[in-house]
């Protein structure tokens, strides 16, 4: 058994890595056709495109995981059963199920593979496909900055940083303020606990405030609430919602342990759906593999109905699980029943269809 779990790993090794390079040329061709207008009107020359283009193959390779699996398992399989070689196996008493091991093994080990890609490589190579993209290419550039939980803003009038414990939009915790003179030195050093804007006005509460006066000196008051001109509106603190995807897996965990606001619940959701996302391709081969055999069986068609079918499959999951996630950032739906009822039902109808074909 040893050795036949070794062909059939190595053949769906094989596959899986020809249809990955497919789907990848594929998806950076349809990439480059949509955004090689915006390169050019911008003035950019080719090989800043090249330099975009290989950076985000690590981020492709985690969206198509799944469909990958799925593929490269069904094209294995189908080469088996075309060629007598399942037929054979099943003639000396190998079950179905046992002969699918090898190939959801390879899964497996391919599913955690892009779960460390999704770790180390995909967060630095989108974030500098980001930048070439929007600040380079679209001329979009962002005051903001985001480290762990709190949020740093540059403008004309000085310094902002706080952080986003709070479900609202206009509310602003642990703030700080700092501006400088035309000689770099201290102008105002402000803190304090919170800041709200309601109605174009800025309420600072558990406020103190340190600034310069006429004679070169300094002047420190503390508020239970006062209100000061602050010159940014929250619209300018905006971050764009593309930076949560250059986070690791680690650090939206982090920020979902440690932050129980809105950015916390966020990240929270993140983390649930791309770890989801990309354990989608085992459920949906352990479905797809028993499907081919039954085209094979009634139809005697292998893999010119499986693929197509495969596909389809794909498809419906992926539109299902995609619901369930957009209910679960309405609240509607629990977040970790949107991630994994959909493995959980597909997993259980194929592997009931697999143990079907040993009956």
Known sequence: MILLDRYIFRQFTKYLVLVT?????????????????????SQKDLGLAAKYFILKIPLILEQLTPVAILLGGIIVLGLLNHRGEILALKAVGIHTFR?????????????????????FIVPPTTAAT????????????????????????????????????????????????????EEYRLDTYLTAGSASWADGVWTLTNCRIKQKTADGGYQVHTYG????????????????????????????????????????????LKLLERISFIFLGIPLLMLGLPLLLTA?????????????????LAFAA???????????????????LAAWSIHLLIAAIGTFLILQEDR
């Open 21 to 41: 390079a497919t789907l990848v040329t594929l998806y950076l061709l349809v990439d480059f056709i949509e955004l090689i207008d915006k390169f050019l009107e």
């Open 99 to 119: 002969i699918t091991f090898p190939i959801t093994g390879a899964a497996l080990i391919f599913t955690l593979l892009t779960l460390a890609f999704a770790e």
């Open 130 to 181: 980001n930048v070439i993209l929007y600040e380079q290419v679209r001329q979009k550039a962002y005051g903001g900055i985001l480290r762990g939980n709190r949020y740093f803003h540059k403008s004309g009038q000085g310094f902002y940083s706080f952080e986003k414990n709070s479900e609202s939009a206009n509310r602003f915790d642990l703030f700080t303020f700092v501006s400088w003179d």
């Open 225 to 268: 609430e006062t209100g000061f001109p602050l010159e940014a509106k929250p619209g300018d603190f905006f971050i764009p919602q593309y930076k949560v995807n250059e986070m690791s897996l680690s650090e939206l965990y982090s920020l979902n342990r440690t932050n129980r606001g809105a950015r916390g619940t966020e990240a929270g």
């Open 296 to 312: 094979h069986q009634r139809w005697g068609r292998d893999l010119s109905l499986a693929v197509p079918l495969s596909c389809g």
């Open 318 to 336: 992926w539109g299902g699980w995609s619901v369930l996630q957009s209910l679960a950032k309405a609240n509607a739906v629990n977040p970790h």
